[in-house]
């Protein structure tokens, strides 16, 4: 079992609308999440962070963390083609290692 | 503006060369990352360094090699390129601390005839 999941996709919405995209995790010891958006090509930009359980919100995106149930989210409000991209999520260890683990990001595409 | 920078973006080279993936940050990080990534694909961590001096392999085994001589700077060498070497290469530099993230690079796309 993969520590971060996230399904591949690709999540279609139509333009203006709400995207959710999601990610469990499986190592309860998981302190924070970050979310990147990739554009094909390019390299992976950080967009959001969360490290509370709740809600975070910055501008159209809203990130929201269940640590009882290990589960991310990141909402997309007002969807745009432009934000047609893999979005990847990511949770970042304690200890040593304190390594970023990626999940294998869903690609979502806004339809105008 | 970008922090982190690689060089070169793109490159074609025979099998066999040698070759060098620069990658240097001025934001005094002092972990520093290289990720291989095929087109469509999930990323794989290949080497990591948590300071000057300090390298450890990833996740996925690479016929690569780095160097952390210098805190800003963190090359990847290919001492014979091969085709299967063929991918983006993707740099990235932390700082430490639980609520930070990755600042990646623009990356070098590899291409080995």
């Known amino acids: 079992q993969k520590e971060v999941e996230q399904n591949s996709g690709p999540l279609s919405v139509p333009e203006g609308a709400i995207a959710s995209l999601n990610c469990t995790y499986s190592?309860?010891?998981?302190?924070?999440f970050f979310w990147y958006r990739q554009y094909s090509g390019k390299s992976p930009e950080l967009i959001m962070s969360i490290y509370s359980n709740g809600d975070k919100e910055d501008g159209r995106f809203t990130a929201q963390l269940n640590k009882a149930s290990q589960y991310v989210s990141l909402l997309i409000r007002d969807s745009q083609p432009s934000d047609s991209a893999t979005y990847l999520c990511?949770?970042?260890?304690?200890?040593?290692?304190?390594?970023?683990?990626f999940g294998t990001g869903t690609l979502l595409a806004v339809q105008p | 503006e970008a922090d982190i920078y690689q060089t070169p973006r793109y490159l074609v080279i025979g099998t066999g060369k040698k070759i060098t993936l620069e990658c240097s940050q001025t934001?005094?990080?002092?972990?520093m990352y290289w990720y291989q990534q095929d087109p469509g694909m999930e990323l794989h961590l290949i080497h990591y360094?948590?300071?000057?001096?300090?390298?450890e392999k990833g996740d996925l085994s690479s016929e690569s090699t780095v160097s952390r001589i210098r805190t800003e700077h963190f090359p990847l060498t290919l001492e014979s390129a091969r085709p299967s070497h063929t991918s983006q290469y993707l740099c990235a530099s932390s700082v430490g601390g639980q609520t930070y993230g990755y600042t990646f690079g623009s990356g070098t796309r590899l291409t080995v005839v």
């Open positions: 360094s948590y300071g000057v001096n300090s390298t």
């Open positions: 934001m005094g990080h002092d972990k």
């Open positions: 990511a949770g970042r260890y304690g200890g040593a290692t304190n390594k970023l683990i």
């Open positions: 190592d309860r010891g998981s302190q924070s």
